[in-house]
Structures are given as structure tokens and as C-alpha cells.
């Protein structure tokens, strides 16, 4: 039985479940019965009075509308929020809510590919905060799919991994999404850099307006406003360097064709846009997927180091010695998941009274030093005293390094000391 790769573009308000089918190599997009677009399906939970089971999506809503039914949504939110919500006459912790959300989803998934096996899932949040990724983590585990089978990535790496799966045809060196959704609109942008070696593929995000109602399509005035601002926009980010293709996505992104003519003309093939414009409904959820497949077949060394928001900016190391013979210990290479990124090393000093890093950025030569000072721990004779040294990061920006004195064995107890410091990458 073939088990599942899946990619779940998880939204405050929509979720979109992609699939990776083994048969055509491609991702495939999850229907939901309980969506008004069945492929797109709103983040929310509710039940019936007096009833027990959960409902998600529309039937959520339509509980509250029948009457006698209770509905939550936005949970994301909540679960930054860390306080209990009511649902009816019962209260819940958010990360409850979340995983009844997400395991009600799961069940559509399995019954319509008619299997429960996970080999691979990936998340894929607009952006990654930790309070959210770690509730994730532990739904998953309520769920009984293993942490180290789940991934979590941001939108600005889904759609990384998105245009790096399109034929060579449509991408050379830069490659643009304009996603309007909600009444968000934002633009992603990925350019291939040739001129360093490993070539480094950046992908970068901007928020261009963020009160743009969808509603306003059903307005000729404000569908040429809205054309218009497109336009400048557009103009704007992809000046005269031009762009490979155009991606957009959005509900009333599907329509532009009748509706923006402004921006289309200006950006027409052959001028602005050297490939071609292309609509694509789910770029996030399949780039998820495509990431979810290519970490399961380990097929994720692509010939590039990868900038984007959520990777490390920089490479930390440092120099060791093991049995008389210089070592580089890497602690953190760049273009590394932050959240995934953590290194666990124990140490013996050798007449050292500090631990020195090297740290060099993406795109630079230079190489920075960081000294953690042990003056803390307890003095000993030399090679008598045993650290362990551990690496984590709270963003992309700022890694915290926490050495702890594990003293030497019954001779020299541990003082149980730790220092810790905290690493800004900007």
C-alpha cells in the first residue's frame, strides 16, 4: 500500500491539502465535501447541540445557522492568544481545537486514498512562528504521526520549492508570484545568483497592501483601482531586469484575465514577463508536498544554497581536536530550517577558558569570531573538564548557545553550571 506524502497549507482562514502521487510523479490536490471550492476549505470547527463529533469548514458555519450549533475559527490566532475558548458549553485549549481540526481533515484524506499511513508531511504556515509550530508538532504526536516525519515550512520555501519543480523553460534566473489572499496581497520573489559558487537561490516576500476586500470585484470602479495598483506594483519590483515567468494565485486572481487588463498588457510575454503568466491555485500546498517528497527520498540536495525566510543566514563552527588532529566542528550550516536546526557536542577542554566560534554570513568573506567565556565553571587541572555544548535557534536571526559543565566522571563532579549566549545573524 502506498503511503502518503502530504503538503498542508495552513492559513488562519483556508487550509488547502495537497497529495504526491507516486503513479505520475506529481502533486495532486485533496477535495473536501465540507468546502464551498472543494479544493479550498475554511479553517474552522464547530459542532451541533447535543452532538459530539466535530464538523470543519462550511458545515462548521452551518451548525450556527441551523441553530443550536457553535463554531470557532481563526486558530492560528488563538493558539498565540494561549487561553482557553469556549465551543458550545465546553472549553478547550487551543492546540486541542488544532488538532481536532487538523485530525478531521486527516480522516477526508485517508478515506478518499484509502490508506492511514504517513510517510511525510509538511506544514506550510505564511510565516513561522514558534508559539505555532510547536503546537503543530504536538498535534501531530496526539495523532500518531511522529515528530520526524513532519516538517514545518513558511510560504516564501513553498513557493521556492514550487518554481524549482517547473520546467526549465519557465525559470532562467527570477521568477515572480503575486498571491492575493483574503485581503492580502503579497509578492514572492526567487533569483538564481550564478556569481557565487555553490550558485544561491534567495527567495524574498513583501506584504503589498493589506485591506484589499475581495468584495470590490463586484465593482467596475473598484476593479480598475484595484487593476491599477497591481500595475504599479508590478512595475515597480520587476523594473527593467525583467522576470523568467509570473505566477499568481487567489480566488479573484483566477478572473484577472477579464479584470486586469492594465497589468496584463504592461507585463505582456516578450516584454516584462520573458516565459509566461501562469495561474496556479495552489502554489503553497504543492510546494509543500514537492518538499515533503523530496525530504523522504532524499532528493532535497539541490546544487544551491537556499536564502529565505526561516533559513540560517550563516554557517557557525568551530575548531576542535580529535586524537591530535585539527577538526572542524560545524554547528550550523547555512541555508539550514532554523527550527530544525540544533547541534548536541560534548567537549573536553584543553587549557581553554572560553570557546571561540567562527561565523561567516552568506555572500561574505569575512569570518566573525563569538568567545563564550568559562570563567564560571569550577577550576580544574587541564583536560578534567567536560562540557556539552548545545546550538538551537529561536528565528533565522538569533541562535543561543547553552554550554553546561558536565564535570569528569566520580573524580570531578558536575557543578551544573551552564552559560548561555545569544548569537545575532542579521
Not at 503538503?7 to 473536501?32: E, H, Q, W
Not at 465535501?33 to 447541540?49: F, Y
Not at 516578450?270 to 516565459?275: I, L
Not at 570563567?375 to 583536560?383: G, L, M
Request: glycine residues 6%.
Amino acid at each position: 500500500m502506498e503511503k502518503l506524502i502530504l503538503g498542508f497549507d495552513l492559513c488562519d482562514d483556508v487550509t488547502k491539502i495537497s497529495r504526491y502521487r507516486l503513479d505520475n510523479m506529481n502533486p495532486a490536490d485533496i477535495s473536501f465535501p465540507q468546502a464551498d471550492n472543494r479544493t479550498v476549505i475554511q479553517t474552522a470547527l464547530g459542532r451541533k447541540k447535543g452532538q459530539d463529533g466535530w464538523l470543519v469548514g462550511k458545515e462548521a458555519y452551518e451548525a450556527v445557522l441551523e441553530g443550536g450549533g457553535a463554531v470557532v475559527d481563526k486558530l492560528l490566532t488563538l493558539l498565540t492568544k494561549k487561553s482557553n475558548v469556549a465551543v458550545g458549553d465546553r472549553r478547550y485549549q487551543p492546540e486541542q481545537l488544532l488538532g481536532s481540526y487538523i485530525g478531521t481533515l486527516l480522516e477526508t484524506v485517508y478515506e478518499q486514498c484509502g490508506t492511514r499511513s504517513v510517510a511525510r508531511l509538511v506544514f506550510t504556515l505564511e510565516k513561522t512562528d514558534p508559539a505555532v509550530m510547536d503546537s503543530i508538532i504536538h498535534c501531530m504526536d496526539s495523532l500518531g504521526i511522529p515528530r520526524e516525519n513532519v516538517s514545518i515550512i513558511n510560504h516564501t520555501e513553498a513557493y521556492l520549492y514550487f518554481v524549482l519543480r517547473q520546467p526549465k523553460a519557465n525559470f532562467d534566473n527570477r521568477a515572480l508570484l503575486l498571491d492575493w489572499s483574503g485581503t492580502q496581497l503579497s509578492s514572492y520573489e526567487l533569483n538564481l545568483i550564478r556569481s557565487v559558487n555553490p550558485p544561491v537561490i534567495k527567495a524574498t516576500r513583501q506584504v503589498l497592501e493589506t485591506s484589499l476586500s475581495q468584495d470590490m470585484m463586484s465593482n467596475e470602479t473598484h476593479r480598475r483601482m484595484v487593476d491599477s495598483t497591481i500595475r504599479e506594483h508590478l512595475e515597480r519590483i520587476i523594473d527593467h531586469r525583467g522576470v523568467s515567468s509570473l505566477f499568481v494565485s487567489g480566488k479573484a486572481m483566477e478572473n484577472c484575465q477579464e479584470w486586469g487588463k492594465s497589468f496584463l498588457n504592461a507585463l505582456a510575454v516578450g516584454k516584462k514577463v520573458r516565459k509566461g503568466i501562469f495561474y496556479e491555485s495552489n502554489v503553497f500546498a504543492k510546494g509543500a508536498v514537492i518538499n515533503a517528497n523530496n525530504e523522504l527520498h532524499g532528493r532535497n540536495s539541490y546544487p544551491y544554497t537556499i536564502i529565505c525566510e526561516g533559513r540560517v543566514g550563516a554557517s557557525i563552527w568551530m575548531d576542535t581536536s580529535v586524537h591530535g588532529s585539527k577538526k572542524v566542528l560545524m554547528l550550523a550550516k547555512e541555508g539550514s530550517n532554523w527550527y530544525d536546526c540544533r547541534t548536541t557536542a560534548d567537549l573536553i577542554l584543553d587549557e581553554a577558558s572560553s570557546i571561540r566560534l567562527k561565523i561567516k554570513k552568506t555572500g561574505e568573506k569575512l569570518t566573525v569570531f563569538e568567545n563564550i567565556s568559562l570563567d564560571a565553571f569550577p577550576k580544574r587541572p587541564n583536560k578534567t573538564t567536560r562540557v556539552r555544548l548545545i546550538l538551537t535557534f529561536t528565528s533565522e536571526h538569533t541562535a543561543m548557545v547553552r554550554v553546561q559543565d558536565l564535570g569528569f566522571g566520580e573524580f570531578f563532579p558536575s557543578s551544573g553550571i551552564v552559560v548561555k549566549k545569544e548569537i545575532k545573524i542579521d
